[in-house]
């Protein structure tokens, strides 16, 4: 496992910071194109034509990064509740960092031949995540074992399939990119997933596989629940009602096969900066690869400037 810090802390690919605050003020100026009603609306119509800049401001409000419009004051939510739900979208912070990572470090390494696969996506990521602005030309498959309402406004050339990602008909080495953030917590047969994820992703290839590991050590819900009968039906639906995962997540990554890079997001900014925008305070992002290959293809910028979507 390697770990790019934004502080330049850790053990370190070498790679400076993602992103720090001289790049967040420089980009937050009244100039950008979602700074004006017709650049919002257009954005809302039709996010595909529109480039997002990195950061955009009005006064005394901040743009939502995931759908352009401008937020007064960001929503609680979760368990226990905090703040950092857009009213408007409904992206949180994990999808306003996702929603970045995909922009600045995913996209210009893409083409229109790239294949990008969405295991169990949210409302937020199938909506907002195929636009051009976020992954260029590429193709975006979402599968899920359900099929939701929010499934039918997929529009081709994208695609929703009701697939099991256990059994995932693919062919080897299918997707350059794979997201699968915060859903293995509900697939019972994890490691049979993460098998799976392994054998379709391209040699080159990236696999997002974020998720929260906050115990000591990994556990069965119905193990945990014994431990914490204070917790109720509603935080394992919002957190993952198979599994809670611990220190050893990315052991267990690593086990399918997988190398491992964890990227630390935004520590340069100021924790009053983060709030105001709707970021966490300590971001960790996990993304693995199938090869040296992938890491490299997949490289973190090497200046505040590298991989800014212009």
């Given at each position: 496992?390697?770990?790019?810090?934004?502080?330049?802390?850790?053990?370190?690919?070498?790679?400076?910071?993602?992103l720090c605050t001289g790049d967040l003020r420089a980009s937050s100026s009244m100039s950008g194109p979602l700074n004006n009603a017709a650049g919002r609306l257009a954005y809302r119509q039709n996010p595909r034509n529109c480039c997002l800049p990195d950061f955009s401001r009005t006064l005394h409000r901040?743009?939502?990064?995931?759908?352009?419009?401008?937020?007064?004051?960001?929503?609680?939510?979760?368990?226990?509740?905090?703040?950092?739900?857009?009213?408007?979208?409904?992206?949180?912070?994990?999808?306003?960092?996702?929603?970045?990572?995909?922009?600045?470090?995913?996209?210009?390494?893409?083409?229109?031949?790239?294949?990008?696969?969405?295991?169990?996506?949210?409302?937020?990521?199938?909506?907002?995540?195929?636009?051009?602005?976020?992954?260029?030309?590429?193709?975006?498959?979402?599968?899920?074992?359900?099929?939701?309402?929010?499934?039918?406004?997929?529009?081709?050339?994208?695609?929703?399939?009701?697939?099991?990602?256990?059994?995932?008909?693919?062919?080897?080495?299918?997707?350059?990119?794979?997201?699968?953030?915060?859903?293995?917590?509900?697939?019972?047969?994890?490691?049979?997933?993460?098998?799976?994820?392994?054998?379709?992703?391209?040699?080159?290839?990236?696999?997002?596989?974020?998720?929260?590991?906050?115990?000591?050590?990994?556990?069965?819900?119905?193990?945990?629940?014994?431990?914490?009968?204070?917790?109720?039906?509603?935080?394992?639906?919002?957190?993952?009602?198979?599994?809670?995962?611990?220190?050893?997540?990315?052991?267990?990554?690593?086990?399918?096969?997988?190398?491992?890079?964890?990227?630390?997001?935004?520590?340069?900014?100021?924790?009053?900066?983060?709030?105001?925008?709707?970021?966490?305070?300590?971001?960790?992002?996990?993304?693995?690869?199938?090869?040296?290959?992938?890491?490299?293809?997949f490289s973190l910028p090497r200046s505040p400037a590298e991989g800014v979507l212009k």
């Amino acid at each position: 496992m390697s770990r790019a810090q934004s502080n330049g802390g850790g053990t370190s690919t070498g790679a400076p910071p993602l992103l720090c605050t001289g790049d967040l003020r420089a980009s937050s100026s009244m100039s950008g194109p979602l700074n004006n009603a017709a650049g919002r609306l257009a954005y809302r119509q039709n996010p595909r034509n529109c480039c997002l800049p990195d950061f955009s401001r009005t006064l005394h409000r901040v743009i939502c990064w995931v759908c352009g419009n401008p937020v007064a004051e960001f929503l609680a939510f979760g368990i226990p509740p905090r703040p950092g739900r857009c009213p408007h979208c409904g992206a949180k912070p994990r999808n306003r960092a996702v929603h970045w990572y995909l922009r600045r470090v995913i996209r210009p390494r893409l083409d229109a031949i790239s294949e990008v696969l969405e295991v169990g996506g949210s409302r937020v990521a199938v909506q907002r995540f195929s636009a051009d602005a976020v992954i260029g030309g590429s193709r975006y498959t979402v599968i899920d074992r359900r099929t939701l309402e929010f499934h039918a406004g997929i529009e081709a050339p994208h695609r929703f399939i009701r697939m099991d990602v256990t059994n995932a008909d693919f062919a080897d080495n299918s997707f350059d990119v794979i997201l699968c953030n915060h859903t293995l917590p509900y697939i019972r047969d994890d490691a049979g997933a993460l098998s799976e994820i392994f054998r379709i992703l391209k040699i080159d290839g990236l696999a997002m596989l974020d998720s929260s590991h906050d115990e000591d050590r990994t556990r069965p819900v119905d193990e945990y629940r014994r431990e914490h009968p204070e917790l109720g039906d509603e935080y394992f639906a919002e957190n993952g009602d198979q599994w809670v995962y611990g220190k050893d997540y990315v052991s267990r990554l690593e086990a399918a096969g997988f190398t491992t890079r964890i990227d630390v997001l935004f520590d340069d900014c100021d924790r009053a900066f983060r709030r105001e925008h709707g970021l966490k305070d300590h971001h960790e992002l996990i993304v693995a690869f199938k090869s040296p290959g992938g890491e490299a293809r997949f490289s973190l910028p090497r200046s505040p400037a590298e991989g800014v979507l212009k």
